[in-house]
């Protein structure tokens, strides 16, 4: 729409108009190639951590889709005297998830020093979460007192925690392992949520 003139104002020249409307394209294009960075970096970045994990460990960061986290609060029933465990919470997407979205106690455990420092500073915005961030190695954590565990581990390192998590968690506990099952004698399975993989949901027997 023509603009209305001003008394004593003239109208803007053809060639004005023209290099203002080549200066809005520009500055469109121009954030549309800053957000093209942004992610392409972020992606660069996460593939970089998820390398440099796996050579720490026998698993390599990568985080649960927040779609399956939204179904799985949506099938456990969580109450305020729970407390879950995110072993190896990485920089705290399960942790911060669950912390927002259900009434229980949240304790992350991260033995990667950047990664945890990475969900400190984020904590550091959420204040007013029930949650707890540890900078340890699972195996140094006492976990006897676990309602529910959340794991995102590979098939060998389930197998080096199996033992601990036979002898420590209690009856009932609600075991949850993402994208890899967990073969134990002594835990049930009782549920299994389809995503982009598999979550399955199990409860120790005994
Ligand atoms: C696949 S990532 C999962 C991150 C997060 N829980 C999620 O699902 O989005 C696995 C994490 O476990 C951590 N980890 C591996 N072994 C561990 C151990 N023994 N103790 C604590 N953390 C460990 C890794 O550093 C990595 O950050």
Partial sequence: MPRRLMAGQRPLKPSILVRSQAGHQFMFLTIIQLIFII???RQIIVVLIAWWTGTQSDVP???TKKS?????????DINSNQKIYDLGSGSGQVTFFLAKNSPAEIIGVEKNQPLYLI?????????QLKLKLINQDLFNINLSNADIIYTYFSPRAYKKALLKFEQELKKNTIFIA???PFNSSKFKLVHQ???????YIYQ???
């Fill in 119 to 127: 969900s400190k500073f984020k904590k550091m915005f959420h204040s």
């Fill in 39 to 41: 992610l392409f970096t």
């Fill in 193 to 199: 949520i389809k995503d982009r993989h598999i979550m």
């Fill in 61 to 63: 960061f990568q985080s």
């Fill in 68 to 76: 399956v986290l939204k179904k799985l609060v949506k099938y456990l």
């Fill in 204 to 206: 120790k027997q005994r």
């Fill in 178 to 180: 993402w994208r890899y």
